[in-house]
């Protein structure tokens, strides 16, 4: 007892104390207060310790300070104000579900509403234990049990301390990138950076990012618009008048089918199709399918597609756009445009956090009504794998929401099971398919969950059929990028019948993804037109009545005779109708024949080098303006006529069900929902399913109060 006195009644000593107990505090309350998805025990090794080298780091400052009570003083006042920023933490994330931002402290954000006046109503009883030390503290001077060290504390030994600090960050962060690479460069998620490096190193960083993106944003000014509006103007293709307003006032059902590659559409293995379902629907007479469209994504992968999908820009060139700018940016995305135009309303399902991707957040912006997260499923051992709840758990377990929903209704799906490393539980596996022995156990079972998930889908459809939602909606399925990357590719290359000695250009060929647009009564077949995702948005507009022409949208609707059919990738390669265009190592263009696969030598063909540099220059054109609208944030200098910008704050994503029912309530028998279509009587046991994990208990499918207990208190 008297060695711990001795010791804390050292400056140091004291100092090791304060990180005792803010370190305590910290991993009391990573694993009571935050959701952080800890999947491996190094996972939880990095997380009990990530505390320590920040809190080393920043008390260290006070030992710099000669005169004892100001260092004293100083090391209390930045204890303190760690407590603040984990507590605030703490209540924060109980009302958003995500992280206090630097934005959030700054009051800058759009998104902030502050804690204020909810604060009081967010605290809970066992909070006391966060404030425990404080009172420790308290005890220990007023006993005089500690005493203040008069000691001056050596410059070498203050610096000793910061060292210390920051070799245990250095230590801290390079195991977390061996557990999850590219953690600071590909900002997937908030809760990762929290979850590896602890509140300080991500407020830190966020600051770092923020002030970056602060910088170019000052810079702008509303006429960088105009040179856009221009190229905009130019390029807009008028819609076809054939399939214009074909949808007008239907549903909208968008299906994003994870790493979902297009050859897996009528391909065969063991001479088993592996997606029959997808297939009878690609065939179908109602399915406008496309069987030249890629995707066009880059580090951003699944952000990326859904930005494009959304807002018909491109995601950045490096990281992804969600992440990025997501929470500041100006969007004029589907749901808002869908809303304004033809009062939509508007839901995301997802089996995964919203914070992914900061979700959450960019949903806001883009005016989403509702987003049901993994929150809204039942969540146990069994129901998730990977980046989510299994498709066919995420899918029967929605419908109890989406029948609630006003129609007409734009919703989208976000699947997760056909992702990569493709595990599979046996209990998932369809008996009737038999994978394929292709000597690389990735590519095996990418089509296993590629099956799994066409059956998800399958028991999808049969339930909107069965409840008459599909009679009355447009359903449109995209795959988001590749599944397999190009060393795996070529694994299968062979089985399309590709050359194997070609394989630079069948990578290319292979970012093929479907693109299905189907509808009862749509003049379907298969469309052989070359787009991509950006194209998307304009074509869905055009089908749903909405005329695009003052969007800042750079796609072209795929059904319009005027559309662009030069498909532009993330790094600037590109494909036209004939031709595939790729950059040799030299710099300059490698051109191959589209039907033929044959390389082109551009030597012998001035013409053609000629035009391929024009197209060049018009997929940079494109690409820089995207770029420069998202960096520089300019959609804030321009609103299309008839379109209101979106406040986020009066977005929320908490407490979903009351605002669901509080809907319905008020419109009574105007509700349009299809609960209320169909006499107040729930759809769900339409739903069938043979998904195993629920083991024929169909609570989680019929009922919501059993899944989100908070949200089912009166309003
Ligand atoms: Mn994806």
Redesign the pocket.
């Known amino acids: 007892m008297n060695k711990l006195k001795l010791f804390l009644n050292k400056r140091i000593g004291f100092m090791c104390l304060l990180v005792f107990f803010l370190w305590l505090k910290t991993v009391i309350a990573y694993y009571a207060e935050f959701s952080l998805g800890l999947n491996d025990p190094l996972q939880h090794l990095i997380l009990i310790i990530n505390p320590i080298a920040t809190t080393v780091i920043l008390l260290s400052i006070a030992l710099y300070i000669n005169k004892p009570i100001i260092s004293y003083i100083v090391m209390g006042v930045i204890y303190l104000v760690e407590n603040i920023l984990l507590y605030a933490n703490i209540l924060y994330y109980r009302e958003f579900s995500d992280f206090i931002s630097f934005n959030t402290i700054a009051g800058a954000s759009k998104v902030t509403k502050g804690l204020g006046g909810s604060s009081a109503s967010l605290m809970q009883a066992h909070d006391f234990i966060y404030f425990l030390d404080f009172v420790i503290l308290v005890i220990l001077f007023t006993s005089h049990f500690i005493k203040i060290d008069k000691i001056k504390i050596r410059k070498l030994t203050a610096v000793a301390v910061s060292v210390l600090g920051i070799f245990l960050f250095s230590f801290n962060l390079m195991i977390a990138e061996t557990n999850r690479p590219q953690l600071l460069g590909r900002q997937f998620d908030n809760s990762y950076i929290v979850k590896y490096l602890g509140f300080n190193a991500f407020l830190g960083y966020d600051a770092l990012k923020s002030a970056q993106n602060n910088q170019v944003r000052s810079t702008a000014v509303g006429t960088d618009m105009d040179n856009i509006l221009d190229y905009v103007n130019q390029d807009y293709a008028s819609p076809n008048a054939k399939y214009y307003g074909k949808a007008k006032g239907k549903n909208i059902i968008i299906i994003?089918l994870?790493?979902f590659q297009q050859f897996l559409i009528g391909m065969k293995v063991n001479d088993q199709e592996v997606t029959p379902f997808l297939n009878s629907l690609y065939n179908d007479k109602n399915t406008m399918s496309f069987d030249n469209f890629f995707h066009e994504?880059g580090s951003g992968?699944?952000?990326d597609?859904e930005n494009m999908m959304e807002t018909s820009l491109f995601g950045l060139p490096e990281g992804s756009l969600f992440s990025k700018l997501g929470t500041d940016n100006t969007f004029q995305a589907a749901p808002a445009i869908l809303k304004q135009k033809q009062n939509y309303t508007s839901a995301v399902f997802h089996g995964n956090v919203g914070t992914f991707w900061n979700r959450d957040n960019v949903y806001k912006n883009m005016g989403y009504d509702y987003f049901f997260d993994s929150h809204y499923f039942n969540q146990n051992d069994d129901s998730s794998i990977g980046?989510g709840m299994k498709d066919k758990l995420m899918l029967s377990e929605s419908v109890k929401y989406l029948e609630q929903l006003q129609q007409p209704f734009y919703t989208k799906f976000?699947t997760?099971t056909n992702?990569t490393p493709y595990d599979l539980g046996d209990e998932d596996q369809s008996i009737d398919f038999t994978k394929p022995d292709t000597g690389t156990s990735v590519v095996d079972n990418y089509f296993v969950t590629a099956h799994y998930l066409d059956s998800a889908l399958k028991e999808f459809f049969q339930y909107l059929k069965d409840s008459g939602i599909y009679d009355n909606s447009m359903i449109v399925l995209y795959g988001?990028?590749y599944?397999l990357n190009a060393t795996q590719d070529k694994v299968v290359a062979p089985m399309l019948g590709y050359d194997p000695n070609n394989n630079d250009f069948n990578e290319v060929q292979m970012q093929r993804v479907p693109f299905m647009i189907h509808m009862k009564g749509l003049k379907g077949g298969i469309n052989h037109t070359y787009g991509g995702e950006i194209d998307a948005l304009p074509t869905i507009l055009h089908l749903a009545g909405v005329n695009t022409k003052n969007y800042v949208q750079l796609g072209t609707d795929l059904l319009s005779r005027k559309h662009n059919d030069i498909v532009a990738f993330r790094n600037k390669e590109f494909v036209t109708t004939n031709y595939t265009v790729i950059r040799g190592e030299d710099g300059g263009h490698t051109v191959y024949d589209n039907h033929t696969g044959e390389q082109i030598n551009l030597n012998e063909n001035a013409q053609l080098s000629k035009t391929v540099d024009k197209w060049q220059d018009e997929v940079n054109q494109r690409l820089k303006i995207s770029d420069t609208i998202n960096n520089k944030n300019l959609l804030r200098f321009y609103t299309p006529t008839g379109f209101t910008p979106v406040d986020p704050s009066e977005y929320s994503y908490q407490n979903e069900i009351q605002k669901l029912v509080k809907t319905r309530n008020s419109l009574g028998l105007k509700s349009t929902s299809v609960y209320s279509k169909n006499n107040n009587k729930s759809t769900t046991p339409m739903y069938n399913t043979d998904a195993p994990e629920l083991n024929g208990d169909r609570t989680y499918i019929d009922s919501w109060s059993s899944v989100v207990k908070d949200d089912m208190q009166t309003p």
Do not use: M, N
Request: hydrophobic letters at 25%.
């Open positions: 994003h994870e790493s994504v992968r699944t952000s597609a980046y976000i997760v992702h988001d990028h599944g």
